[in-house]
């Protein structure tokens, strides 16, 4: 018997089973950005203004002039920062890091996760809702665009409804135009980033066939931020960003999160005209006028008097609002802030758990390790190997000879003359074919080296070379290797 051919598309009766299995009431059982039968609810914040916005704003500031001026910057001639991974050439705060120090860079990443961690534990998601680039660019440039082309949530929804007439596609087309501009810009930083400014110069000023893969990158990278900051917006925190996903294995009741305080809240009500908040609090209302604002200004669309979310990337909009409704209703400020679940339960402030100690404690010795790493890491690297296929050379004089084929990578910018020195045992050590070495800047050089021991301090067979590597005096490698001889 055949078998009735299936789709792998789930049917329609299939989906709507599956969303009434969905609790609707639970607001744990499904995301909040999304209706009944599964399609996107689009999230119109409103405009939100108070402390912590103003200081996020000038934070903004600072930040995206860095993000900016950073592929210009640069440290003893390097860049800030530039991530080359078809060059294979990382640079961080001026330093140049070859495939040589990938150990470094691994400790490197290891000591950021560990951060991440720490950071998490102790102070939930501050990054996301201060430093992310995702929250910065979305919140501090393409929603203010928003807001000063289709004014705030309920003009955007009255837009969004409207039908399609000149004045709707003017704004449209405005809109998505100064998008795609600044994601074009967006788009072209990350590439000066990845390829170094003075390369993304060339791609632009080339005729286009010479660049073909470095345009295919700005486009798509245009393309690509356009998508996010367009039409993507919450949902790259929510289902892409595995950091979001993370804060339920790190957030603990002693982690500082954005949190509705749900004891001085509750018992939630509307506060009616002239009624004071010692007359509600004695009908057994709390501090919570129900007014909804916290909610209206989320970007991400979740109510956090429910207690913190996945999708809440603590970008205090909430707080702002809800101090706004205390200070208008003549209340005290601070029923959505900064706390953990154990201070606003039993007032306890911020404790060094045992937890967060574990983790400072791997934090502490991961940066010894990389400090020490980079303490002790030599400005050039040098392998010694002897040359292939060669033997031991008796001279007319009764000397043997061997020879060496000696690498040196030049990891700084500046020209390096290197020096070898032949330091144990006794004996004698010319480069060949050429006068003192001179390792180009951030470039690699092959040296042949040749080496005489009169027989009289070598051992039977192999005798250990010690060689040191100098440049202007100072001494930068030293290099172990072995002199081979007769045997007796
Ligand atoms: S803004 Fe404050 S008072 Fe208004 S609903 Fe939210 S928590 Fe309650
Ligand atoms: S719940 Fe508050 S802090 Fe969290 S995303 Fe929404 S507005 Fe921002």
Redesign the pocket.
């Known amino acids: 018997m055949t078998p009735e051919p299936t789709s792998s598309k789930p049917k329609a009766a299939d989906r709507a089973s599956a969303a009434k299995a969905v609790d609707w009431s639970n607001f744990r059982d499904h995301i909040s950005t999304a209706d009944q039968q599964g399609r996107r609810k689009w999230v119109y914040p409103r405009k939100v203004g108070g402390d912590f916005y103003r200081w996020r704003t000038r934070f903004s500031w600072l930040l995206l002039s860095l993000m900016l001026a950073g592929p210009f910057i640069t440290i003893n001639g390097n860049p800030l920062l530039l991530m080359n991974v078809v060059e294979r050439k990382f640079v961080v705060l001026g330093q140049i890091f070859w495939p040589q120090d990938m150990i470094i860079f691994a400790i490197a990443l290891l000591l950021c996760a560990v951060s991440i961690v720490v950071f998490t534990t102790a102070f939930g998601r501050l990054w996301c809702g201060w430093a992310c680039p995702q929250t910065v660019m979305m919140e501090m440039v393409f929603r203010k665009i928003e807001y000063a082309i289709e004014g705030d949530a309920p003009n955007q929804r009255q837009l969004d409804r409207a039908p399609w007439n000149a004045q709707k596609i003017s704004k449209k087309m405005l809109k998505h135009g100064m998008f795609f501009a600044l994601s074009f810009l967006v788009g072209n930083v990350l590439l000066s980033y990845l390829i170094g400014w003075r390369n993304l110069y060339q791609i632009v000023t080339d005729p286009p066939a010479a660049h073909l893969a470095g345009l295919g990158f700005m486009v798509g990278f245009s393309l690509l931020f356009y998508g996010i900051f367009a039409r993507f917006r919450e949902q790259a925190c929510t289902f892409v960003c595995p950091y979001g996903r993370l804060q339920s294995l790190l957030l603990d009741e002693n982690s500082i999160v954005v949190a ?1 305080d749900r004891k001085r ?1 509750e018992k ?1 009500g509307p506060l009616r005209r002239a009624q004071k908040f010692t007359a509600r609090r004695y009908a057994g209302l709390g501090d ?7 909610v209206a200004v989320c970007p991400t669309g979740i109510d956090i ?1 429910n207690g913190t979310q996945m999708e809440c990337v603590h970008c205090t909009a ?1 707080m702002d ?2 101090d706004a ?1 205390m200070e208008k209703t003549g209340n005290e400020r601070g ?2 802030r900064y706390a953990s679940l154990n201070g606003i339960e039993y007032g306890k402030p911020l404790r060094f758990t045992p937890r967060l100690a574990g983790y400072a404690v791997v934090l502490v010795a991961l940066a010894t390790v990389l400090g020490l790493m980079l303490f002790l890491r030599s400005d050039v690297e040098a392998t010694v190997l002897r040359a292939p296929g060669s033997l031991f050379q008796q001279m007319p004089d009764g000397r043997f000879s061997n020879l060496y084929t000696v690498r040196l990578v030049n990891k700084t910018s500046r020209e390096m003359p290197v020096e070898l020195r032949l330091e144990s045992p006794a004996g004698s050590l010319s480069v060949m074919g050429q006068g003192p070495i001179v390792v180009a800047p951030q470039k690699s050089s092959g040296n042949s080296m040749l080496i005489e021991l009169d027989p009289a301090v070598m051992k039977p067979g192999t005798t250990p070379l010690v060689v040191g590597v100098y440049s202007n005096g100072r001494k930068l490698e030293t290099l172990k290797t072995a002199f081979i001889g007769p045997r007796n």
């Open positions: 509705y809240g939630r919570c006028v129900a007014c909804n604002q916290c008097r909430c609002a809800c409704v029923l959505i």
